[in-house]
């Protein structure tokens, strides 16, 4: 292969090895991925474009008044292969069941295209990288990848799979050619501030998104670009589109051009469709000095039926809407190659687990049914606001059902945590709040601040952990005890993670209400994934059945155990209960504890645990945070330890380690809390 070097930069990792089907390594890692298909596209052409016919043009935006019409004609030719690539191996993610994005990217072609021209024609004027705000549009960063030759085209109808290198968002020093990590939503702004101090002279393209300019941090990279006269250019999507609607009708005031010009950018609004206009504007933001943002409004993912101007666009297109856009546009072998059955699932058949079910589904619903209990007045004692996440936390049930005290608002959870915990801060009442559980880690301030002010605010963060998560690692849920921050003294504060959908439906009964003994900050954890019901030891009964009653702070015994015991909890309980029935099916006779409360010391299963032979946490929190990495502590202080018993119990831990492998079910295998680990750890521990 040849490598195209216009899009380097000094980020670049010129350790990552190429994905060439050509190479040894590379036919090595094709073939693996390839055979997870078990030879469903052995008669198909696995990518049926052809990426020559892309037309690497060079266009001087200093020179160049208006396009020519050759040019335009080049350009539009580009736009048409790139969308039409997209939405082929964007889909075949939606195929697989490994999801993805497609719309973003779709949309941004345009301005992509026509900076890829400014950088072929001006690379003195520029660091050539397509930096962009909205990591979800990795589609951008991939086919531009294979464009440049770091990766071979046929890699990319395995988008998001596991172990494909090609994850959610881009991930600087995994995929080759990959020139940044994007972070979460609106996070690129102001690291683009810092990469256009360290290299001055050159301009800066930034590309945006109407939902990552909600994010409040934008607003500070705003003023310092503005301050510092910074050569950073925005080309904003403004596709007037977020997971849960149209941001003009759930956040009206909120304007992209007003906003920015108030910052002090210099700002020009055009249809992102319109190629002569947006060229025009691009042209106006690189020949004037210091910060501008071009705001490209268009409908979401134009001229793809059924999907144009929808939510849906926001994520893989289906297959549905796919096929027949791409045999309009003449891609007969790529629409057939749709037609492929490439699901994939956990080999693995799990002992002693019932029906798999959505834990996350299963709390927005109970807390709809909850406030559906209530008199009128009870309900004006709660507030619940939402960040563009409903959907996914399944609060927009209460939406539905409750409208009244629902606010749906955007990507902003810094600022609707802090409001939600600020109505909370009445004693006789409370805020609700939902997002995913990485975006905790942005709230450590807010949090603190509601701890402070003796708020009283239920908040359930969903996608914990890393199962599932085939957006990879800047999506993992691992720093959940950062919410539990505060002081000995401090306003109390409870993390929950169930283990199924029983016990979810149990516990938010449990804790949801306020009451004199059931307030402050409670947060619940809940995984992207479904989650097997537990059952008891006869392999039928529901663990979680009517009779069980959720007690706070209480650590349940799952199954007892001569040889010691693990201690589990959410997703790795399952997995952990699997490998206990295996254990003793072996004579090795292990117990199971789950610890549905993660911050609270059982003293009374401590100190059994800290007499036991061995205690292994298993969890998919971060290593260096999670439960882990307190319970050795707490086994100490125990009075067992203390008194000097015979023989302190041996520890040990599983938890994420790693960053992510990509794909959904491989994740918990990549971090070793499968079951045959577990086993295998609790042998070495014997």
């Known amino acids: 292969m040849t490598i195209d070097t216009t899009h380097t930069s000094f980020s670049n990792l010129a350790s990552v090895p190429l994905m060439n089907v050509s190479s040894e390594e590379g036919k090595k890692h094709y073939d693996v991925l390839r055979a997870s298909l078990k030879g469903a ?7 049926p474009f052809d990426l020559s016919s892309y037309q690497k043009i060079a266009i001087d935006p200093f020179t160049t008044d208006v396009l020519t019409p050759e040019q335009v004609d080049a350009i539009e030719k580009n736009i048409s292969l790139c969308r039409d690539v997209m939405v082929f191996f964007t889909s075949c993610g939606n195929k697989s069941g490994y999801g ?23 690379p003195d004027q520029f660091l050539p990288v397509f930096y962009d705000e909205a990591g979800h549009r990795v589609a951008t960063q991939y086919l531009m990848a294979a464009l440049d030759g770091y990766i071979s085209p046929e890699f990319l109808r395995f988008y998001r799979k596991g172990h494909a290198k090609l994850p959610g968002h881009p991930e600087l020093g995994l995929t080759p050619g990959i020139q940044f990590s994007s972070g979460r939503l609106g ?20 590309l945006g998104s109407d939902g990552s300019q909600m994010e409040g941090n934008n607003a500070e990279a705003a003023r310092l670009a503005v301050a510092q006269k910074l050569n950073v250019k925005l080309v904003i999507d403004d596709n007037d589109i977020t997971i849960t609607g149209h941001p003009t009708q759930y956040l009206p005031g909120f304007d992209l051009e007003q906003t920015l010009q108030g910052h002090g950018l210099a700002v020009t ?3 992102g469709e319109d190629l002569v206009g947006l060229y025009a504007a691009v042209r106006a933001a690189v020949t004037t000095d210091g910060p501008y943002a071009v705001i490209a409004k268009r409908s979401m993912a134009p001229g793809i039926h059924g999907v144009e101007g929808t939510s849906h666009g926001h994520d893989a297109v289906a297959a549905q809407y796919a096929i027949p856009y791409l045999q309009k546009r ?8 749709l037609e492929l059955a490439t699901a994939t699932k956990d080999p693995h058949p799990y002992q002693s687990c019932g029906t798999m079910n959505a834990m996350r589904k299963v709390v927005g619903q109970t807390v709809t049914d909850v406030i559906s209990g209530m008199s009128t007045e009870e309900k004006t004692n709660v507030m619940v606001i939402d960040s563009d996440l409903g959907g996914s936390t399944n609060f927009n049930l209460i939406q539905k059902s409750h409208p009244e005290i629902y606010v749906q608002s955007g990507v902003m959870e810094r600022g609707n945590f802090a409001a939600a915990a600020g109505f909370g801060m009445h004693p006789q009442k409370q805020g609700v709040f939902s997002t995913f559980a990485a975006f905790l880690e942005m709230l450590c301030s807010e949090i603190t601040m509601a701890r402070l002010n003796r708020s009283n605010i239920f908040s359930h963060f969903s996608h914990s952990g890393v199962d599932d998560m085939s957006d990879n690692t800047c999506h993992f849920g691992l720093n959940l005890f950062f919410a539990d921050n505060g002081l000995n003294d401090g306003y109390d504060t409870k993390l929950y993670f169930p283990a199924d959908c029983n016990q979810a439906k149990k516990l938010v009964e449990a804790t949801f209400p306020l009451s004199e003994t059931n307030k402050g900050l409670r947060f619940v954890f809940t995984t992207r994934s479904k989650t097997p ?8 009964t529901p663990f979680y059945d009517d009779s069980y009653t959720f007690v706070p702070g209480k650590d349940e015994i799952i199954r007892e155990g001569s040889a010691g015991y693990i201690v589990s909890f959410g997703d790795a309980l399952y997995r952990s209960l699997d490998a206990v029935v295996s254990l003793k099916a072996e004579g090795i006779d292990v117990g199971l504890i789950n610890k549905p409360t993660l911050n609270v010391v059982d003293e009374e299963i401590m100190e059994k645990l800290a007499s036991a032979p061995l205690c292994l946490v298993v969890e998919p929190l971060g290593c260096k945070t999670g439960l882990g990495s307190k319970f050795g502590s707490w086994l100490l202080m125990t009075k067992y330890a203390q008194s000097g018993g015979k023989s302190l119990c041996k520890f040990g831990s599983i938890a994420t380690h790693h ?3 990509g794909g959904l079910w491989e994740q918990a295998y990549h971090q070793g809390f499968d079951s045959k680990s577990v086993q295998e750890k609790v042998k070495s521990m014997i």
Do not use: S
């Not at 019901?533 to 392999?539: F, I, N, Q, W």
């Open 187 to 206: 996070h690129m702004w102001a690291t683009v501030n810092g990469i256009a101090m360290a290299n001055p002279g050159k301009r800066i393209l930034l």
């Open 41 to 47: 596209d052995d008669k198909l052409n696995p990518f």
């Open 659 to 661: 960053e992510g492998c």
């Open 269 to 271: 609004a055009v249809q």
């Open 330 to 337: 003449g891609h007969k072998e790529a629409a057939e190659y």
């Open 533 to 540: 019901m537990v059952l008891k030891e006869d392999g039928e």
């Open 100 to 122: 993805g994005h497609t719309g973003g990217a779709f949309d941004t072609v345009p301005e992509v295209v026509l900076f890829d021209a400014f950088f072929r024609a001006c």
